[in-house]
Nanobody, 123 residues
Framework: QVQLVESGGGLVQAGGSLRLSCAAS????????MGWVRQAPGKEREFVAG????????YYADSVKGRFTISRDNAKNTVYLQMNSLKPEDTAVYYC????????????????WGQGTQVTVSS
C-alpha cells in the first residue's frame, strides 16, 4: 500500500522559510514524478512543484518560481519542498502527490496523495 506522509508545516511570518518533507513508501517510485499540490481556503487545489524521481528534472508553478525548491533523497525515499520568501498567499494545506505522469500531476489527477500539512504565513 502506497503511503505519502508529509511533515514540516507550521506557522511562519512573511519572508520566512519552511521545509516540507514527504516520506514515500509502498512501491518503487523510480518511474514516478513526485510533487506538491496546495489548497488555500476557499480555493481549488493547484500544482506547486514536481520532480522526476529518476531524472531529477524539476517543474514549478509560476507563482513559486525562484522562491521554492523541490528536491529528493532517493536513499531515504523522501521528497522535500524548501519554501523561502514566504507570502501570506502561500497559506494553504500542502499535499504530497505521486504519479507516473507529469501531466496527471499538473492536472491534479495523481493516483496517490498524502494527507496534507498546513502552512500558515502571517503578514
Amino acid at each position: 500500500q502506497v503511503q505519502l506522509v508529509e511533515s514540516g508545516g507550521g506557522l511562519v511570518q512573511a519572508g520566512g522559510s519552511l521545509r516540507l518533507s514527504c516520506a514515500a513508501s509502498g512501491r518503487t517510485f523510480s518511474n514516478y514524478v513526485m510533487g506538491w499540490v496546495r489548497q488555500a481556503p476557499g480555493k481549488e487545489r493547484e500544482f506547486v512543484a514536481g520532480i522526476g524521481w529518476s531524472s531529477g528534472n524539476t517543474y514549478y508553478a509560476d507563482s513559486v518560481k525562484g522562491r521554492f525548491t523541490i528536491s529528493r533523497d532517493n536513499a531515504k525515499n523522501t521528497v522535500y519542498l524548501q519554501m523561502n520568501s514566504l507570502k501570506p498567499e502561500d497559506t494553504a494545506v500542502y499535499y504530497c502527490a505521486a504519479d507516473p505522469s507529469l501531466y496527471n500531476l499538473r492536472s491534479l489527477r495523481s493516483g496517490d496523495w498524502g494527507q496534507g500539512t498546513q502552512v500558515t504565513v502571517s503578514s
